[in-house]
Nanobody, 123 residues
Framework: VQLQASGGGLVQAGGSLRLSCQAS????????VAWFRQSPGKEREFVAH????????TLADSVKGRFTMSRDNARNTVYLEMNGLKPEDTAVYYC?????????????????WGQGTQVTVSS
């Protein structure tokens, strides 16, 4: 399975972006999927995940109320809708998937990774 992330860009604080992650080479409707982000000099951190074969999502506390995650199985794509963006949201965002239904917050649990898409929020 290959994952292709897109949708990043430069936005002012308070703005919105929608990230997409499309899978090819297989389907991942039954796979847990997640979004992580990484800022320069920091470790990759959990942002959101969705259980496989489900729409149940979990968000990091830092993005609750601002970000939502969704899945379109017909398009083999997951989305991260980001509203109320803050400068501290600036990072490279990665989508990931694992060969399990259960999602986790751990980077080490994911088998497949997209290439990352840069999100920059100016103050």
């Amino acid at each position: 399975v290959q994952l292709q992330a897109s949708g990043g860009g430069l936005v002012q604080a308070g703005g919105s972006l929608r990230l997409s992650c499309q899978a090819s080479g297989g389907t991942f409707s039954q796979s847990a999927v997640a979004w992580f982000r990484q800022s320069p000099g920091k470790e990759r951190e959990f942002v959101a995940h969705m259980r496989g074969n489900s729409a149940i999502t979990t968000l990091a506390d830092s993005v609750k109320g601002r970000f939502t995650m969704s899945r379109d199985n017909a398009r083999n794509t997951v989305y991260l809708e980001m509203n109320g963006l803050k400068p501290e949201d600036t990072a490279v965002y990665y989508c990931a998937a694992r060969n399990q239904i259960w999602a986790t917050r751990s980077v080490d649990d994911y088998n497949y990774w997209g290439q990352g898409t840069q999100v920059t929020v100016s103050s």
